[in-house]
């Protein structure tokens, strides 16, 4: 037969190309993550996360506004914690006068339009560096949900839009969403963690917020990465009890997760491309063995191209910027 079909034709030039393409990337696909630390006039970078940095509330005032400037309309706060306020119990986790409270309202008072959403977790808080309380070496499940909520509500009463539990802890989107409802927070989100894997990703975060466990692993709470089925389990019992969005993290490493879960659900799926994953580019880039850009929107699109409607990312800023 002669050859009818030739499928190069829709790739003769960018004019086809672009109007053939299945995935595009804007502004609205990400969710940016932000560090913030106590002090004045602080701007330092993390040492494992080049171009990325910690800011105090005044500098973080700047930043916000240039986020929304460039068409970036949702943040995910993460806080370090000096060490002197860190404790077993989760203490300044719920002090309405603590970092993260603060923070909330710093961003909104820079940018009223902005979505806030906040970690909820007890590492950065934690005297041992643990997701949740320790009782003889153990992350004690039903305790930790119930700091976890009333952090969550701290947070809502602070004004953040959606609380983003990141703990993997057992029915803690239950405790989070009941104490929530019971005060009366019942605009306030839950975007769930849900799947999130014991990864080694997660190595220059744990130095961004000098959070890394001081003991054993997380591999007691958080997923076995030999795991696929499970993810499912984890999405849906998170969705029953009151999810608004539902995450799998790390990125890369589990696209499969991503268009599983997609597939499987009907709410909004977000994917975390972790610091790790940013770190790997930065370093490849700075060896000069990978081009920077087009390498990060590859990676960028792959997230599309396997479901995720939301994109957290350190790359937020670095994508809008080309694509302008
Ligand atoms: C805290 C938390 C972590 C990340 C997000 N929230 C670290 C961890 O679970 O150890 C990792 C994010 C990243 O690596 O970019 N529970």
């Known amino acids: ?32 993550p932000l560090f913030v630390v106590e002090g004045k006039g602080i701007k330092e970078e993390i040492a494992s ?9 005044d500098l973080l005032t ?8 460039m068409g ?34 710093t961003v909104k008072e820079a940018a009223p339009g902005i979505l806030v959403m906040t970690d909820v977790a007890l590492d950065p ?7 949740g309380i320790v009782d003889k070496g153990y992350i004690i499940n039903d305790e930790t949900c119930k700091v976890l909520a ?12 959606f609380v983003a539990p990141s703990d993997m802890m057992d029915g803690r989107i239950l405790a989070i969403r009941e104490l929530l409802e019971k005060e009366n927070f019942k605009q306030t989100g839950i975007m769930s963690y849900s799947a999130k894997y014991a990864s080694a990703f997660y190595g220059p975060f744990r130095d961004a917020l000098d959070s890394a466990p001081g003991f054993g692993d997380k591999k007691t709470y958080q997923m076995d990465f030999s795991n696929q089925d ?14 608004d969005i539902v995450m799998v993290k790390p990125g890369l490493c589990y696209l499969d997760i991503v268009r599983d879960i997609r597939d499987a659900v009907d709410v909004p799926v977000a994917v975390y491309q972790v610091s790790g994953e940013y770190a790997m580019v930065k370093a490849a880039a700075e060896k000069g063995w990978l081009d920077h850009d087009s390498v990060m929107l590859e990676q960028i699109m792959a997230f599309k191209r396997a479901g995720a409607h939301i994109i957290a990312s350190y790359f937020a800023k670095d994508v809008i910027r080309i694509l302008d």
Do not use: C
Not at 4 to 13: A, I, V
């Open 72 to 105: 970036l309309k949702s943040v995910l706060l993460f806080v370090k914690v000096p060490d002197d306020l860190k404790d077993n119990k989760g203490t300044e986790a719920i002090n309405p006068d603590g970092l993260m409270q603060k923070a909330i309202k």
């Open 230 to 243: 499970e993810a499912i389990k984890e999405t849906l019992m998170d969705i029953d009890e009151g999810a």
């Open 150 to 161: 009333e952090m969550s509500l701290s947070h809502a009463q602070a004004g953040a839009d």
């Open 62 to 69: 700047n930043e916000v506004k240039e986020l929304w400037s």
């Open 1 to 32: 037969m002669q050859q009818l079909r030739r499928n190069r034709r829709l790739r003769s030039n960018e004019a086809i190309r672009s109007l053939v393409r299945e995935h595009t990337i804007t502004p609205h696909d990400f969710l940016v």
């Open 49 to 57: 996360m080049p171009g990325y940095y910690r800011y105090s509330l």
């Open 125 to 131: 808080y934690s005297s041992y560096g643990h997701d």
